[in-house]
């Protein structure tokens, strides 16, 4: 069998990896001439995450790169106030969860992905697929192709895969969301070990990481009612939104507005999510990731799932003969978890960015007692203790 994967960021690499291990010969497809590392900025890799790179034997490739460990977040209001904290988990007494470089995970899992003799080729976008019998044809804006005996959707919330194999599904959703973000070489700010801290300031929402050489880390999320263009978002210098930001937080804790000033280049994209689609497969395609579920970085669990999506699906083409039906398992293992991740998220970032005094007042009362509640370690356990046991066989749904 041959998986032809479209799409060579996260989700795309780590699957043909799995299918690797299933015995699967796996290609991948990008369309981008190479592993994309400045797209994006910094991502969380949540334990279990990091649990299915351990099962495929990535760790010590991860432990190479540049990561920083961020088992735990904590929650200020903008005067100050610990509002809570929330634990993202070790892995083992090892291995903290981390936050990393989008580019740089997209590079580790390239790099290895083709150390183990996995074929991926750059500069080929995806154009359209046609289905004969057992066999799927994969063609390219260049003219090339590529056949196999199935077709896997990686390629992001803008999936061509998805479009072509669900024209029905819904386009992405606007949260009402941008993300921004940056790195400031030397903050002059005190290491912040361990932790990612995040500030619900008066009018927007900001979070940050110091390493122990000072070199801070920092996103933003502001509101934004209308959904801009990505070139309207392109075309807005660093210095616009510098003063954007400063007039933002101006009521919150002054360093933020500091780390803004020092950021030498600032990009903003709109935050989408994708939270129900009829299918994730059809006949011998099938989609993972934010293909088939795109979720808001509020939740932290982005590449997680994808990385989920990735050893789920290797394990049904591993133990289900016929490809269509382990396909078909693999949606329905993974669909209600994927949904409610996507749903978590949403939830999150609608705090984000409150429009009233009065409901940042009442947000920032009611907090410590929903981080008493609903943050434990136990209330988050479904998320992080997830795991996919490799060895245990799939077993077939009744038909």
């Known amino acids: 069998m041959k998986a032809i994967i479209i799409g060579g960021g996260i989700g795309g690499p780590v699957a043909a990896m799995a299918l690797q291990r299933a015995g699967i010969e796996a290609a991948v497809y990008e369309a981008h001439d190479g592993p994309a590392e400045s797209l994006g900025l910094f991502l969380s ?40 904290a929330v634990s993202n988990g070790w892995l083992d007494a090892a291995t903290p969860s981390i936050t990393l470089m ?26 359209h697929y046609t289905e004969t019998g057992n066999r799927i044809m ?30 029905d599904a819904p ?7 941008l993300n921004l973000g940056g790195v400031v070489p030397d903050s002059g700010l005190p290491a912040t070990p361990d932790t990612m801290h995040m500030v619900w300031g008066r009018q927007a929402f900001f979070g940050y990481t110091v390493r122990p050489s000072g ?9 934004m ?4 263009a990505r070139k309207e978002l392109a075309a807005i210098p660093t210095q616009e939104w510098q003063r954007r930001l400063s007039e933002l937080y101006a009521g919150d804790p002054s360093f933020i507005r500091a780390l803004i000033h020092h950021t030498d280049e600032i990009g903003a994209t709109p935050i989408h999510d994708l939270p129900s689609i009829p299918r994730w497969t059809r006949g011998r395609v099938g989609l993972l990731g934010d293909a088939a579920h ?19 699906l290797a394990k049904c083409l591993r133990d289900l003969a016929a490809p269509e039906q382990a396909l078909r398992q693999y949606e329905a293992l993974r669909r209600p978890r994927a949904e409610r991740i996507v749903a978590e998220g949403r939830k999150r970032g609608s705090y984000k960015a409150l429009e009233s005094r009065a409901a940042v007042f009442l947000r920032d009362l009611l907090m410590p007692l929903a981080f008493r509640l609903f943050a434990t370690d136990k209330a988050m356990s479904w998320i992080f203790d997830y795991e996919i046991r490799w060895e245990e066989p799939v077993t077939p749904q009744p038909a």
Do not use: C
Not at 171 to 177: I, N, R
Not at 215 to 223: D, H, L, R, S
Not at 225 to 228: A, L, Q, S
Not at 296 to 304: E, L, M, N, V, Y
């Open 171 to 177: 386009a992405p959703s606007y949260t009402g969301l």
């Open 294 to 312: 795109a979720v808001s970085p509020s939740s932290g669990q982005g590449a997680s799932l994808a990385m989920e999506d990735a050893l789920m």
């Open 45 to 84: 890799l949540g334990v279990n995450g990091m649990r299915v790179l351990r099962d495929l034997d990535l760790l010590d490739a991860l432990r190479r790169a540049e990561t920083i460990p961020t088992p735990r977040m904590v929650f200020t209001s903008s005067t100050g106030k610990q509002l809570g």
């Open 138 to 167: 994969a063609r390219f804006e260049d003219g090339s192709e590529a056949e196999g005996d199935l077709l896997v959707g990686a390629d992001g919330i803008h999936s061509r895969v998805r479009a072509l194999m669900a024209p």
């Open 215 to 223: 070199e801070a880390w920092w996103f933003a999320n502001i509101g």
């Open 102 to 127: 989008r580019g740089t995970l997209q590079r580790v899992l390239a790099d290895e992905a083709r150390a183990r003799g996995i074929e991926i080729h750059y500069g080929k976008r995806f154009s």
């Open 225 to 228: 009612k209308r959904e801009p």
